[in-house]
């Protein structure tokens, strides 16, 4: 099992940036794949970034290119999501999510595929 502690959300104004951080509690990490997902009122959990932790790959929704970019820090072993010019829509709670199947399965962008979920940080951007 793996818990997952989010933090780096809070209030932006259109245009800015934030820097949220997802720290799995295993120190081994081969073979996950972490990838962030967020959920705005009324709405499915969305994908937004993902890291492949073996391959060392990265994944974005069309939403996120080019503003986010989700990066691994081997020394605090953290997956961290950087969002840059902020949208109103994308105001949402953001949650850590991490994939531990076995077998180096495909990378998969779907929530089904994430077992392990943090308690989700609130990204509220003002307009």
């Known amino acids: 099992q793996v818990q997952l502690v989010e933090s780096g959300g809070g209030l932006v104004q259109a245009g800015g940036s934030l820097r949220l951080s997802c720290a799995p509690s295993?120190?081994?990490?081969?073979?996950?794949?972490v990838s962030w997902f967020r959920q705005a009122p009324g709405k499915e959990h969305e994908f937004v970034a993902g890291?492949?932790?073996?391959?060392?790959?990265?994944y974005y929704a069309d939403s996120g290119k080019g503003r986010f970019t989700i990066s691994r820090d081997n020394a605090k072993n953290t997956v961290d999501l950087q969002m840059n010019s902020f949208k109103p829509e994308d105001t949402a709670v953001y949650y850590c999510?991490?994939?531990?199947?076995?077998?180096?399965?495909?990378?998969?962008?779907?929530?089904?595929?994430?077992?392990?979920w943090g308690q989700g940080t609130q990204v509220t951007v003002s307009s």
């Open positions: 999510a991490a994939d531990l199947r076995p077998g180096l399965p495909a990378f998969s962008q779907r929530t089904r595929a994430y077992a392990y």
């Open positions: 295993r120190r081994t990490v081969s073979g996950y794949r």
């Open positions: 890291h492949d932790w073996t391959t060392g790959s990265a």
